[in-house]
C-alpha cells in the first residue's frame, strides 16, 4: 500500500501528520537565532605576552621567534602573523575553516606552554584567546556628558549600564571602550632613577612587593575569636610617596626622591568624542547562535528605565545598531515570500479554474515552509539572508509536486472517475514520478554542503535549506494532496 492510497483511505492520519510537521517547525522556529548572514569566520587564535621595559626588537627575537617556530608545527594554520612592539608581542593564528575553534585553541595552547620555557623569565606568561564569528558587536550605545568628566561617565557605564545590560538573555560580554578607570599614575623622573642606581623593574618590584594584603590567621580565645587582616594595600598618592624603594644602610630612597604619585585615569593615550563631547561606548557582544534581534529589543526595553534613574545632564544614545540592517533585510525576503505565495496561488487558479484545485498550494506551501524551520534547528542554522532565499525559491519548486498529483486526478474526475479513484488511481501513475523528481531536486541542491572554503561554508545551508524544503513538499504531495 502506497503512502497515497494510505493517505485517501485514512485522511485523518494525512491530516494528523500535516499537523505534526506544522508543529515541529513552530518549535524550531522558537530556537532559531537570527542574523544578517551564516557564519563563515574560520578560527582565530591570538597570543599575547607582555615583556614590561623591553623594545621591540627584544621582543621580536625574545619572545615573538621562539612562539613563532612553536606555533608553526601546528596542522591545519593558514595564516600566521606577528607583532612586536614596546613592551608586547601579539601574535594572530588564523586557521582552516575545516578546524574545529576549540580544537585549534588547545593546539596553541599546547605549543606555547612547550615554548614558555625558552622565554625569559621575567616576562608574563603568554595569554591565549580565541574569537569566533559571534565575538563582534551587534549594537554601540555612547554615554556622553557635557558637565563630567570621563572618569565620572566611566563609573556610570561601568557600574550601572554594564551591570544591568549584560544580563539580557543571549548576551555574551558587554565591552567598554573609551573608558578611564581610576588608578594611581607613578610618574618617575629618569635622571634621579639614574642618579640612584635604580630602573623602572626596581619600582615595580618594590610595588610588588610592599602592595599586598595577606591573610595573617586568626586570635582565639575563651569566647571570643578574632581575624587578624595585615592592612598592606596602598590607596592613597602619600602612601605610594611614601614607598621604600631602596634601602642600604642609611641610605633610604622613597619614591617620592625619584617622582611623583598621583590619582588619575589609568589610560591617557586616548580618547573618544562625539561632535567634541567626550564620551565612553558600550559594545555588545552577542552568544553563538543567539537571536540577536531579540537581544537588542531587550536591551531598548531596558534602557527606558535605565534612563530614569541617570542623572539629567547623562544621555545614553545609540551609535550603530546592526539589527537594523537584520531586520530591513528579512523585510525585503519576508515580503518578497508573501508576494511570491500570492502569484503561485493565482497563477494556479487562472490556469486549472478550480478552487478547490487552489487549495493545494495554500496548503502545501505554508506547510513547507515552516516544517524546513525544524530542518534547520537541527542543523544548527540560523534565520538569514540566505535560508530565507531558499524559503523564496523553494515556494516554486515545493508546489511543483502537488500541481502535478492535483493535475492528474482533476483530468480523471473530469472524465467521470469517481473521486476516491480518481485520487488512488492519479497518485499511483505518478508515483515514482514524483520521487524521482525529488531526488533529482534534492542531488542538486544538498551537494553544495560538500564545497570548501569560504563559498562551500555561506551557501551551505541555503542548499540543507532547499533540499530538505523540497522533501517535505514531495510527502505533503504525495499524502496531504491526493486527499483533499
Known sequence: MSLSSTSINRPVLATVFAIVIVLFGIVGLSFLGIREFPSVDPAIISVNTSYPGANSDVIETQITEPLEQSI??????????????QGSSRITVEFELSVDLETAANDVRDKV??????????????????????ANPILFLTVESNKRSLLQLSEIADLTLKEQLQTVSGVSAINIFGEKRYSMRLWIDPVKLAGYGLTPMDVR????????????????????QLT???????????????LVIKQVGDLVVRFNDIGRAELGPEDIRGILKNNGVPMAMIAVIPQPGSNHIEIVDEIFR????????????????VNYDNTAYIRSSIKEVEDTIF??????????????????????PILVIPVSLVGSF?????????????????????????????????????????????????????????????????????????PIVFLEGITGRLFREFGMVMAGTVTISAFLALSLTPMV
Open 72 to 85: 608553526n608545527g601546528i596542522p591545519g594554520v593558514r595564516t600566521l602573523t606577528s607583532v612586536s612592539s
Open 113 to 134: 606552554s612547550q615554548a614558555q620555557r625558552r622565554l625569559p623569565r621575567d616576562c608574563d606568561p603568554p595569554t591565549v584567546t580565541k574569537a569566533d564569528a559571534d
Open 205 to 224: 618590584d618594590a610595588i610588588s612587593r610592599e602592595n599586598v594584603e595577606l591573610p595573617s590567621g586568626s586570635i582565639e580565645g575563651t569566647t571570643t
Open 228 to 242: 587578624i587582616r595585615t592592612m598592606g594595600l596602598m590607596t592613597t598618592p602619600k602612601q605610594f610617596n611614601d
Open 302 to 317: 531596558r534602557l527606558e528605565y535605565i534612563r530614569k534613574d541617570l542623572p539629567d545632564d547623562v544621555k545614553v544614545n
Open 339 to 360: 508576494i511570491a505565495f500570492a502569484l503561485v496561488v493565482v497563477i494556479i487558479y487562472f490556469f486549472l479554474r478550480s478552487w478547490r484545485a487552489t487549495i493545494i
Open 374 to 446: 525544524f530542518i534547520m534547528y537541527l542543523a544548527g542554522f540560523t534565520i538569514n539572508v540566505l535560508t530565507l532565499l531558499a524559503l523564496v525559491l523553494a515556494i516554486g519548486i515545493v508546489v511543483d509536486d502537488a500541481i502535478v498529483v492535483m493535475e492528474n486526478i482533476f483530468v480523471k474526475v473530469e472524465s467521470g472517475v469517481a473521486p476516491m479513484e480518481a485520487g488512488l488511481k492519479g497518485s499511483k501513475e505518478i508515483y515514482f514520478a514524483i520521487i524521482s523528481t525529488t531526488i533529482t531536486l534534492v542531488s542538486v541542491f544538498f
